[in-house]
């Protein structure tokens, strides 16, 4: 059984830090690439940043480069999410999954996500 779980969100001040992690087990964690992917209220789910199977490679949407930085630990089955200067725009629930070009793997396995707020 294939269980994401996501953790390290919380409220926090514009031009604030988090670190998210996402802790994979039911699945082989190094035979996959994995994305970061976020939902603010009333608007859909969208990719925020990826990273290939050995970490040689990172993706991340325009409004975050330079902010947020994707790393994994294939040893510790678990992948992160460093967002730095964070933005009231950067609200919402955090989610984590396995994926393969613009296709998610775990479609039916999402976790439940973990909440990250900015406001002042």
């Known amino acids: 059984q294939v269980h994401l779980v996501e953790s390290g969100g919380g409220l926090v001040q514009p031009g604030g830090s988090l670190r998210l992690s996402c802790a994979a087990s039911g699945f082989t964690f190094s035979n996959y690439d994995m994305n970061w992917y976020r939902q603010a209220p009333g608007k859909e789910r969208e990719l925020v940043a990826g990273?290939?199977?050995?970490?040689?490679?990172?993706m991340y949407r325009n409004s975050v480069r330079g902010r947020f930085t994707i790393s994994r630990d294939n040893a510790k089955n678990t992948l992160y999410l460093q967002m730095n200067s964070l933005k009231s725009d950067d609200t919402g629930v955090y989610f984590c999954?396995?994926?393969?070009?613009?296709?998610?793997?775990?479609?039916?396995?999402w976790g439940q996500g973990t909440q990250v707020t900015v406001s002042s």
């Open positions: 999954n396995a994926a393969r070009g613009s296709q998610v793997i775990f479609r039916n396995n």
């Open positions: 990273i290939t199977i050995f970490g040689s490679s990172t």
